[in-house]
């Protein structure tokens, strides 16, 4: 048995890491701070520094180092063909990573003709982010800015008056660790679009792990198809000058602190359009920020995961015409957490990535996840009636919170009448956890169903207000199968807490087989009533109790190991309310810290059949005073007796939970 360890080690990404070969050691030209460096680039290694005045086009099989600025002047076209690698040479000293960049010049020209399976990646040396400049791009259409304006770096010329300019051709380009400082008010981005025009295509990009903006337009009317940005800690989109493009089908993923927006816009308002534009944030922060009378038209967008939903930095600005969202004028209030527009697999091409989402807040029709994807939840994820929530086998849904506070309201329900399909394997399992690791602090897996309860018809939850209970004995709410779930256990108070399972009158037809509750500081498992039937089930240290049920719980549990090795726990199983004898067959339950095993309330029962306990205090525990009928609790045929040790042999081998981790 792989023993559970208490620290979830949640690795959301790593920057990308590739492998450097065929750089150059040859002498490096000394770069002049601006676009030209006045020497001539030597064509014969692969060694990029100096100015470009002719046609060129590099060699896909060679790694080329960027050693300094280098700057395509107006006339030349750097061509780049697919798979081709170009590594920036600086550390993090901001004197030298602000001379290290790619610049095209006004009149000039790039061609990057990476492909799906095989992109143009540009990152750095050390693959820290900052630690270079990017891909400057400067061309010739309009900006507020005015004709031959001079960029906040590189003293590069842009803009003119011809917005159809053509500086070239970007497709499938990897840009990774850019955004170099120069002060508070300058910085290199991971691609800077200074006037470009709308005859230059810019399609399937990623900026990943800058310093600063993933990309900003400085005016112009370039437009970008199939953009992915990750952990660029300033903006992921940026704009100013009067910027008139359109970007479509975006992924913004945030995964670390101190970043400032998903995107930002400043100055006059060209209406630029974003279509399909879906932001994820696992820690907070703003996502959409518009300064001055800065304006865009939005739609289909989704936001999960921030603080803030839409800011607004000038003070009492109250006509937000100009900021279009999904089709209305923007409201503050709103979260815009609608289902994400566009997913994070349609940028599978971006090798050597991780891919983290964040699970919408409410799914309304049949909603599938991806098992090669990790899932955020920072809130209350509710599957509605009529929806069904698929997770595939291997998918991990790992809960974000920092505080108790948080705690009890991060959880996944699945209410009357929708339905959940776990899909994990053997070899594969399904994970839900939390990033602290810590016992309590999530709330965990809750099931509503339409089974019958003593509480009634439509009862109230004592978490969530969730309504559960019907009349149907058999109602179906889906599919457990190779379920790990841990840390959860959240409290409300003394009487109301959430479990790491919790099933709410859930009927005989839905199937639950091969889970695992792990270090919760309530119940693993609790049933309200119903009638459904667990087999196969591992508990560790959850602090309450291992097993509960109340209302009337008239299923079972099939091969139970209970394992039990820390002090403040209750009991392995706990009994209470009305006696609908729910039937165990094969418990075993070890403590290595005494306790209670059985505990049965009330006139509570049960039949147990291949029952063995080791290392308890006490075996059974009657807590109703003067209780001496025990022939509502049977344990291997006989009524129960509490004298009786029940140390049989094992009845579960815990080498067939294996698949725990």
Known sequence: MKKTNPKILFGLLASIVLTISGCSKDPVLEPIPGGNNGGTPNLDNVELNGSLDE??????????????????????TLTIPAGTEIVADADLDNSES??????VQKGGKIDIQGTESNPVIMRSANGQSGSWGGLIIAGNANTTAGANATAEVGGILYGGSDDNDNSGSISYLVLSDAGAQINAESQFNGLSLYAVGAGTSIQNVAMINGADDGVEFFGGAASITNAYFENNEDDAVDWTEGWSGTITNTYVLHTISNFSTALEADGQNNNPKLINFTAVSTTGGTALQFKKQSGATITGLSLSGYDTAVDITEDGRTDLSGIQLNGADADLSKAYTEVPSVESSTFAWISNRGQVAVLPETINSDYSLDGNTEYVISGVVSVESGATLT??????????????????SIYIVVQKGGKIDIQGTESNPVVMSSTSGQPGSWGGLVIAGNAVSTAGVNATAEVGGILYGGDDPQD?????????L????????????YNGL???????????????????????????GGSVTVTNAYFENNEDDQIDWTEGWSGGVTNAYIYLTIDNFSTAMEGDGQNMMPEFTNLTAISETGGIALQFKKQSGAVITGLSLSGFDTNIDITETGR??????????VDANITTAY???ASVDVSMFNWVE
């Open 647 to 649: 140390d049989a042999e």
């Open 628 to 637: 001496v009928d025990l022939s509502g609790i049977q344990i291997d045929g």
């Open 55 to 76: 046609d060129r086009t590099l060699d896909a099989s060679e790694t080329y180092s960027l050693t300094g600025v280098y700057s395509v002047e107006a006339g030349a």
């Open 502 to 528: 919790s099933l709410y009158a859930v009927g005989a037809g839905t199937t639950i087989e091969n889970i695992a509750m792990l270090n919760g500081a309530d119940d693993g498992v609790e049933f309200f």
């Open 98 to 103: 602000t001379n290290v960049y790619i610049v």
């Open 476 to 484: 179906n709410s889906g599919s457990i199968k190779y379920l790990i």
């Open 391 to 408: 997770i595939p086998a291997g998918t991990k849904i790992t809960a974000r919170s920092d505080s108790e506070t948080e705690s009890t």
């Open 486 to 497: 841990k840390d959860a256990g959240a409290q409300i108070n003394a009487e109301s807490q």
